[in-house]
């Protein structure tokens, strides 16, 4: 089966009342760790990559990778641009094979966002490429982003509707109280997403896919053995894993998760150098890291995403 679109998974999973995993891919025990999860659940699967894994492990390099996935796990793999940032990016993502844009101009005005994003799904369409776009913005770091807890802002219900229909994107990301990163709420604060939000913005868009970026639930066994085995992340909080699965239910059909795995291999390598000084072949280490991705793939997909069995 080739790379697929996400037009028939959205469906399905709106529809289904799931929603599917889009997990960042760097190298390829994270692209093995997330697709074995994948293929012994029969999950579909969204992998995405973004500008700074691009520029990171090589376009060709990425694709062929999934190329391989697709062969060893025979499931619907879509392969999406995460936060294209540039008209530039989407295009050479688009030319060179993948199947989904985001173009991310949620930090630009309402007219600038819709001009790009109007730009890009232009091209994508005429070479039968998707597009998610975003309305609102999350806070959070990422290597390219980087915004504050001030400058974020939910996004607006009233603005949805004139924003699809002048865009003509096939999908949407919200800002609903997620945001990047390990650090998505104040400790001693109680972590609630905006359903509300969600609620209204589906009722104006009936049908229609929205996407939760920053949808990592940062386990705190991992936080504790990344601090046991000599890290320091004090305070690193995510969003709780029956509020993802409530979106799931809704009109939420891609929940994007990264740190979630970073930590999971952090944590692993972290510990298994702490119990193996002596070692320093890769392989030993990065095998119990890609373990522990699938196991966290796995976990995902049963218990926040519901998806499984659903290729
Ligand atoms: O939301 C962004 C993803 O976590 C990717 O992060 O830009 O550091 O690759 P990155
Ligand atoms: P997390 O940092 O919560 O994993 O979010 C990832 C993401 O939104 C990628 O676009
Ligand atoms: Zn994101």
Same mark, same amino acid.
């Given at each position: 089966?080739?790379?697929?679109?996400?037009?028939?998974?959205?469906?399905?999973?709106?529809?289904?009342?799931?929603?599917?995993?889009?997990?960042?891919?760097?190298?390829?025990?994270?692209? /093995?760790?997330?697709?074995?999860?994948?293929?012994?659940?029969?999950?579909?699967?969204?992998? =995405?990559?973004?500008?700074?894994? %691009?520029?990171?492990?090589?376009?060709?390099?990425?694709?062929?990778?999934?190329?391989?996935?697709?062969?060893?796990?025979?499931?619907?793999?879509?392969?999406?641009?995460?936060?294209?940032?540039?008209?530039?990016?989407?295009?050479?993502?688009?030319?060179?094979?993948?199947?989904?844009?985001?173009?991310?101009?949620?930090?630009?005005?309402?007219?600038?966002?819709?001009?790009?994003?109007? =730009?890009?799904?232009?091209?994508?369409?005429?070479?039968?490429?998707?597009?998610?776009?975003?309305?609102?913005?999350?806070?959070?770091?990422?290597?390219?982003?980087?915004?504050?807890?001030?400058?974020?802002?939910?996004?607006?219900?009233?603005?949805? =509707?004139?924003?699809?229909? %002048?865009?003509?994107?096939?999908?949407?990301?919200?800002?609903?109280?997620?945001?990047?990163?390990?650090?998505?709420?104040?400790?001693?604060?109680?972590?609630?997403?905006?359903?509300?939000?969600?609620?209204?913005?589906?009722?104006?868009?009936?049908?229609?896919?929205?996407?939760?970026?920053?949808?990592?639930?940062?386990? /705190?066994?991992?936080?504790?053995?990344?601090?046991?085995?000599?890290?320091?992340?004090?305070?690193?909080?995510?969003?709780?894993?029956?509020?993802? %699965? /409530?979106?799931?239910?809704? *009109?939420?059909?891609?929940?994007?998760?990264?740190?979630?795995?970073?930590?999971?291999?952090?944590?692993?390598?972290?510990?298994?150098?702490?119990?193996?000084?002596?070692?320093?072949?890769?392989?030993?280490?990065?095998?119990?890291?890609?373990?522990?991705?699938? *196991?966290?793939?796995?976990?995902?997909?049963?218990?926040?995403?519901?998806?499984?069995?659903?290729?």
């Amino acid at each position: 089966m080739p790379l697929v679109t996400t037009t028939e998974m959205f469906k399905k999973a709106y529809d289904g009342g799931y929603a599917i995993g889009a997990f960042n891919v760097n190298n390829m025990e994270i692209v /093995q760790g997330i697709t074995e999860a994948a293929k012994d659940l029969n999950a579909p699967l969204i992998l =995405q990559v973004s500008k700074g894994a %691009r520029n990171y492990a090589n376009h060709t390099y990425l694709m062929k990778l999934v190329e391989a996935a697709i062969e060893e796990t025979g499931l619907p793999i879509a392969l999406h641009l995460d936060h294209g940032d540039t008209f530039e990016l989407c295009k050479s993502c688009i030319d060179g094979g993948f199947t989904s844009v985001m173009i991310d101009a949620s930090s630009k005005s309402f007219e600038d966002n819709i001009a790009l994003t109007r =730009q890009v799904v232009e091209y994508a369409h005429d070479h039968g490429v998707v597009v998610e776009a975003e309305l609102g913005t999350l806070a959070g770091v990422e290597d390219e982003v980087n915004v504050s807890a001030e400058d974020s802002s939910y996004t607006r219900p009233e603005d949805v =509707q004139e924003f699809v229909e %002048r865009t003509g994107c096939d999908s949407l990301a919200i800002a609903i109280g997620t945001s990047h990163g390990a650090y998505k709420f104040k400790p001693g604060t109680k972590p609630q997403l905006r359903f509300d939000i969600l609620e209204d913005v589906s009722k104006r868009l009936p049908g229609f896919p929205i996407v939760l970026h920053g949808s990592s639930s940062v386990p /705190q066994e991992f936080v504790e053995k990344i601090n046991k085995f000599g890290g320091n992340m004090p305070g690193a909080i995510g969003v709780p894993e029956d509020q993802l %699965r /409530q979106a799931a239910q809704m *009109a939420v059909c891609k929940i994007n998760i990264d740190s979630d795995l970073r930590l999971a291999m952090t944590a692993t390598v972290r510990e298994f150098f702490y119990e193996h000084p002596d070692k320093f072949d890769p392989r030993e280490y990065l095998k119990p890291a890609r373990a522990a991705i699938k *196991a966290m793939v796995a976990h995902k997909i049963v218990d926040v995403l519901g998806c499984d069995g659903k290729a």
